[in-house]
């Protein structure tokens, strides 16, 4: 076949280099971030280490250590496609993973010290109670113990007082109150309510994050509430911590997503080396400022990166293109890759021949290419003209093989998307003087329109 062709060119090798470079970056700021969170992760270990039974502590110690080996054991002796195919996988399973671990890790020792802090609240409303009976000293000395052993010798003395209470129902009462909080059974069924076990998953959660300078100040503020004798005040005040804890969290949750949204667009720019210094100067400015404005500026920083990728494809694709017609005879000059860059098409001949020419064309990110004819439009079209254009048009049809194959042994992919057979359209005859120079003719017939793109998106 001939006749005008439209050929999709995609220059796959550079495509998958630049997602190639793109993934190692990802690679390496997850690898980063794990880097972060493992230390944080480990003091909570270290802590549930002294709390827990050592089947749990091994379960999770067990989990970082595969998110360890993931990084360590990172594929890449196979090929591009496949690495992309299973890095992305390793990717997903680390992501998962490590929140898989942080769940377990946040219920774990949120568990635990919920145990702990169970006796502190207990001892706290013993102390209450001996307060209440006139046990004044009864209750300094348990509060200065704070111990199990110390709150089974209150309870034990709230008891005795109860008894010499004439009044039965006080009696009853304090005897169900030393039942609910016998220290022998604290650990195994906590005393703190709804509002204390959130404050303690979401005080672990902020932890693990890392990001909130108001971490101390919580700690400090959730362990003053065990010392709180009034059950109702103390309430109150961690219902209130709980909800300033969980907007820090939201907050250092924003701020993390912001971060990773910004590294993501550094990483886009990082593939490609002639960043724009406005672009550069816009993403250190995204600091601090809300996903909107960073959604903005993502859009820019992918469109730039979408056409620079274009551009690089648009040069190879050239520089192959006119190689190859350089080597089967054509006359390619230099300056001509540019000018068909800037102009959108080009004319190109071979020596010899200065009647026939062959016109590339970008038409929306496509190559068109066809055979034209310089002479006189309005001449009458002989059987001999149109067996000698029949003959140009086989001579491009074999050349035109030959460049996609170039093409295609280079790592590109060409496909013909539209094409006729040879002699089935007449070819189109350009009013040009046949001793016009190829090289005057790709000035003369530039388009005025600006120029289109070489390569449709990737």
Same mark, same amino acid.
């Given at each position: 076949?001939?006749?005008?062709?439209?050929?999709?060119?995609?220059?796959?090798?550079?495509?998958?280099?630049?997602?190639?470079?793109? $993934?190692?970056?990802?690679?390496?700021? /997850?690898?980063?971030?794990?880097?972060?969170?493992?230390? +944080?992760?480990?003091?909570?270990?270290?802590?549930?280490?002294? #709390?827990?039974?050592?089947?749990?502590?091994?379960?999770?110690?067990?989990?970082?250590?595969?998110?360890?080996?993931?990084?360590?054991?990172?594929?890449?002796?196979?090929?591009?496609? /496949?690495?992309?195919?299973?890095?992305?996988?390793?990717?997903?399973?680390?992501?998962?993973?490590?929140?898989?671990?942080?769940?377990?890790?946040?219920?774990?020792?949120?568990?635990?010290?919920?145990?702990?802090?169970?006796?502190?609240?207990?001892?706290?409303?013993?102390?209450?109670?001996?307060?209440?009976?006139?046990?004044?000293?009864?209750?300094?000395?348990? $509060?200065?113990?704070?111990?199990?052993?110390?709150?089974?010798?209150?309870?034990?003395?709230?008891?005795?007082?109860?008894?010499?209470?004439?009044?039965?129902?006080?009696?009853?009462?304090?005897?169900?109150?030393?039942?609910?909080?016998?220290?022998?059974?604290?650990?195994?069924?906590?005393?703190?309510?709804?509002?204390?076990?959130?404050?303690?998953?979401?005080?672990?959660?902020?932890?693990?994050?890392?990001?909130?300078?108001?971490?101390?100040?919580?700690?400090?503020?959730?362990?003053?509430?065990?010392?709180?004798?009034?059950?109702?005040?103390?309430?109150?005040?961690?219902?209130?911590?709980?909800?300033?804890?969980?907007?820090?969290?939201?907050?250092?949750?924003?701020?993390?997503? *912001?971060?990773?949204?910004?590294?993501?667009?550094?990483?886009?720019?990082?593939?490609?080396?002639?960043?724009?210094?406005?672009?550069?100067?816009? $993403?250190?400015?995204?600091?601090?400022?809300?996903?909107?404005?960073?959604?903005?500026?993502?859009?820019?920083?992918?469109?730039?990166?979408?056409?620079?990728?274009? +551009?690089?494809?648009?040069?190879?694709?050239?520089?192959?293109?006119?190689?190859?017609?350089?080597?089967?005879?054509?006359?390619?000059?230099?300056?001509?890759?540019?000018?068909?860059?800037?102009?959108?098409?080009? !004319?190109?001949?071979?020596?010899?021949?200065?009647?026939?020419?062959?016109?590339?064309?970008?038409?929306?990110?496509?190559? *068109?290419?066809?055979?034209?004819?310089?002479?006189?439009?309005?001449?009458?079209?002989?059987?001999? /003209?149109?067996?000698?254009?029949?003959?140009?048009?086989?001579?491009?049809?074999?050349?035109?093989?030959?460049?996609?194959?170039? $093409?295609?042994?280079?790592?590109?992919?060409?496909?013909?998307?539209?094409?006729?057979?040879?002699?089935?359209?007449?070819?189109?005859?350009?009013?040009?003087?046949?001793?016009?120079?190829?090289?005057?003719?790709?000035?003369?017939?530039?388009?005025?329109?600006?120029? #289109?793109?070489? !390569?449709?998106?990737?």
């Amino acid at each position: 076949m001939s006749g005008p062709k439209i050929v999709d060119i995609r220059v796959l090798q550079a495509q998958r280099e630049r997602q190639l470079r793109l $993934l190692r970056e990802r690679i390496a700021y /997850q690898r980063k971030q794990w880097e972060r969170s493992r230390q +944080r992760l480990q003091d909570a270990i270290n802590e549930l280490a002294d #709390q827990a039974d050592g089947q749990t502590v091994k379960t999770i110690q067990a989990a970082v250590e595969k998110i360890e080996q993931r990084f360590q054991s990172w594929p890449d002796d196979i090929d591009l496609e /496949q690495l992309l195919r299973l890095s992305e996988a390793q990717l997903q399973f680390i992501e998962q993973e490590t929140q898989e671990l942080k769940e377990q890790l946040t219920r774990q020792l949120a568990e635990a010290r919920q145990g702990q802090r169970s006796l502190q609240l207990a001892i706290a409303d013993a102390a209450s109670r001996l307060e209440r009976a006139g046990l004044g000293t009864e209750r300094d000395a348990l $509060l200065a113990a704070a111990t199990a052993d110390a709150l089974g010798i209150a309870l034990d003395q709230l008891n005795a007082s109860a008894v010499e209470v004439s009044d039965g129902a006080l009696a009853a009462a304090t005897t169900e109150f030393v039942g609910s909080i016998n220290p022998q059974k604290i650990d195994a069924m906590p005393s703190i309510d709804a509002a204390g076990e959130r404050v303690e998953r979401l005080m672990v959660q902020l932890e693990l994050l890392g990001e909130s300078s108001q971490i101390a100040v919580f700690a400090k503020r959730l362990e003053n509430l065990a010392l709180i004798i009034d059950a109702s005040q103390r309430r109150l005040l961690t219902d209130s911590l709980a909800l300033e804890i969980d907007a820090a969290l939201n907050a250092d949750r924003a701020e993390q997503s *912001r971060q990773a949204s910004i590294a993501a667009l550094e990483s886009e720019l990082e593939i490609y080396q002639a960043t724009p210094a406005v672009l550069i100067e816009q $993403l250190h400015n995204l600091k601090g400022q809300p996903q909107a404005v960073i959604t903005e500026v993502a859009a820019q920083v992918r469109s730039w990166c979408d056409a620079e990728a274009q +551009r690089q494809d648009g040069e190879q694709i050239r520089s192959l293109v006119l190689g190859s017609l350089r080597a089967l005879g054509y006359d390619v000059r230099e300056g001509m890759a540019a000018a068909w860059a800037e102009g959108g098409q080009l !004319m190109l001949q071979k020596p010899g021949s200065s009647d026939y020419g062959v016109e590339l064309q970008d038409v929306n990110g496509r190559v *068109r290419t066809q055979v034209v004819r310089f002479g006189d439009p309005t001449a009458s079209f002989t059987e001999q /003209q149109k067996q000698r254009d029949v003959e140009v048009e086989q001579q491009w049809c074999t050349a035109h093989s030959a460049v996609l194959k170039n $093409l295609q042994d280079a790592g590109l992919e060409a496909k013909i998307l539209a094409s006729r057979g040879i002699g089935e359209l007449p070819l189109e005859v350009r009013a040009v003087d046949s001793a016009t120079t190829a090289e005057q003719r790709n000035v003369a017939t530039s388009p005025a329109a600006p120029r #289109q793109r070489l !390569m449709k998106g990737t």
